[in-house]
RNA sequence: UCCUCGAUAGCUCAAUGGUAGAGCGCUCGGCUGUUAACCGAGUGGUUGCUGGUUCGAGUCCAGCUCGGGGAGCCA
């Protein structure tokens, strides 16, 4: 008797077929007759389920057709073709030994449900065909990014979660204390004094890796972080959540053009190295979530990505204006509505926009020569808008300083950030892409919700 | 945070201001190859919460809570 996966049968089939075998899952559903049934048994090694035929001559056969459906099971049984056509094999069972019982009021039915009312039992979705899915996908997608990067030579750079610095600037930060909130340590002034506090200071979730991983470039030369990342902002919508992961490479002796040219690379690697390994989970995505999904993905890791410069993204919006919402000139930030008429519309492909104006985008973005724009980019994919951000950095210490005046931002909270252009610092580049933006790219998925495990959103951190 | 739509059986949804329903699920029975199995019977409700209008409210009004979508912020 030979232990085996519900994925190895799918997938060497033929050199089992006759033999006897022994598989162990949870059964997802169950059809009975007078003397015989059908069990769909479902091991977790594999998105599609394994039929097991059961014939009354078992001894617990009226035990088992009475199993409410999420019951475990061992099925010892001879795997056999099968007469039916929606599957090619079949186990015939032998034995079948009841390792966990379910109940009748398990909340998963064999119907479709909303994700609405998956959200709430989150426990439990992942035993749905669609979370199957998505979440082999999720785990292959961050297998791949670290493939990615691994195969081409960077280094992983684990950034600290709790920071220090107050001041990163890129949202609202979860503050992490040990202080008793009912009973706060006062200074003479009457301010919260974090001298008393864990740290001796105040300090925050992170809600980038960026700063702390250009100390590693300049040391490591490229480098990636791939980690949790932290946002306070009361953001409602379906593609924002408080707790995400980030992918964040750096680059040292790289320009923004360099930049790019990874950026491209990284998200056609992820893309096709999915399709590859989950087939069957790729096109159960595109059967029942995105029609357009497949041809939506060949696009991009077909077509050569477009470039244009703000600049010229502005000309053509204000030429072209088919009615947007919000009114283009040069000087303001691009709307999702801009940013998909210029991929869907203009381009039909992914496509970079760069050089944006500096008074839009964060203080370490590179001056441009023109004194105005930054070496910024977006890359803007169809179907979604911006889905990575990135720039080179600016490496002069005078001219980061100068920025970092206009903008009011103390030199003393940044001295390690401006210690690297003090010693040696070089042309460097690097970007984000939001991982959980990815996934819902890749797969379909509309709701940031269903692609995070428990996912953490205003006012909701139930489980 | 703003705008908008919504909340009725375990789930998905019906119900002119006038007796709260269906399908699915679940339970029981039937059925010798099922595929969201099928057939028959049964089970199922503080209509999100609080108040108001009315002879009468699931339905109209107000506030609140929760959820969907859009916007802003952003990844």
């Not at 923004?256 to 989950?278: G, S, T, V």
Request: glycine content about 6%; aromatic content about 12%; hydrophobic content about 40%.
């Amino acid at each position: 008797m030979q232990d085996i996966t519900v994925k190895e049968i799918f997938r060497e089939a033929e050199q089992h077929l006759g033999k006897e075998l022994r598989v162990s899952g949870w059964v997802r559903t169950l059809r009975d007759s007078k003397a015989f049934a059908f069990i769909e048994l479902n091991d977790g090694t594999f998105f599609k389920n394994l039929q097991i035929v059961l014939e009354d001559k078992l001894g617990n056969f009226n035990e088992i057709v009475k199993l409410n459906v999420g019951s475990s099971l061992i099925v010892e049984g001879v795997l056999v073709k099968s007469p039916g056509v929606k599957q090619p094999f079949e186990l015939q069972a032998t034995k079948v030994e009841i390792t966990g019982f379910s109940s009748p009021d398990y909340p998963l039915q064999k119907k479709r449900h909303s994700f609405e009312y998956l959200r709430t039992i989150a426990h439990l979705r992942p035993r749905t065909n669609t979370f199957s899915a998505v979440f082999r996908i999720r785990s292959l997608a961050a297998y791949a990014v670290h493939r990615f990067f691994q195969e081409r030579g960077f280094v992983y750079v684990h950034t600290p979660i709790i920071t220090g610095s107050d001041c990163e600037g890129a949202g609202q930060m979860f503050q992490v204390t040990t202080l008793d909130p009912g009973n706060l340590p006062r200074d003479e002034e009457g301010k919260v004094d974090y001298s008393k506090d864990f740290f001796g200071r105040m300090t925050n979730l992170t809600v980038s890796g960026q700063l702390a991983v250009e100390t590693y470039c300049m040391a490591f030369r490229n480098v990636y972080t791939f980690g949790p990342t932290f946002r306070a902002e009361n953001s409602n919508t379906p593609r924002h959540a408080a707790e995400f992961w980030m992918i964040e490479p750096e680059m040292a002796f790289a320009d923004l053009q360099d930049d790019m040219e990874l950026a491209e690379d990284m998200i056609k690697y992820l893309i096709r190295y999915c399709l590859e390994n989950a087939p069957e989970e790729m096109e159960f995505f595109q059967k029942f979530l995105d029609r357009d999904l497949f041809a939506k993905l060949d696009n991009v890791v077909n077509s050569e990505f477009g470039q244009l410069t703000y600049t010229e993204a502005i000309e053509i919006l204000a030429k072209e204006n088919p009615g947007f919402e919000y009114p283009v000139e040069w000087g303001c930030d691009l709307q999702t509505e801009h940013e998909r008429f210029l991929t869907e519309k203009v381009f039909k492909k992914p496509v970079f926009v760069t050089g944006y104006p500096k008074e839009i985008k964060a203080f370490y973005m590179r001056l441009n020569d023109d004194q105005r724009t930054v070496a910024a980019m977006d890359l803007l994919v169809p179907g979604v808008g911006e889905i990575i951000g990135g720039s080179q950095r600016e490496e002069r210490l005078d001219k980061l300083e100068q920025r970092m005046a206009e903008l009011g931002l103390k030199q003393e909270d940044y001295w390690w950030y401006l210690d690297l252009r003090k010693y040696g610092g070089t042309v460097h580049s690097g970007f984000g892409l939001g991982f959980e933006r990815f996934i819902m790219y890749i797969t379909g998925i509309t709701n940031i919700r269903d692609v995070i495990s428990f996912p953490r959103t205003v006012r909701s951190a139930e489980f």
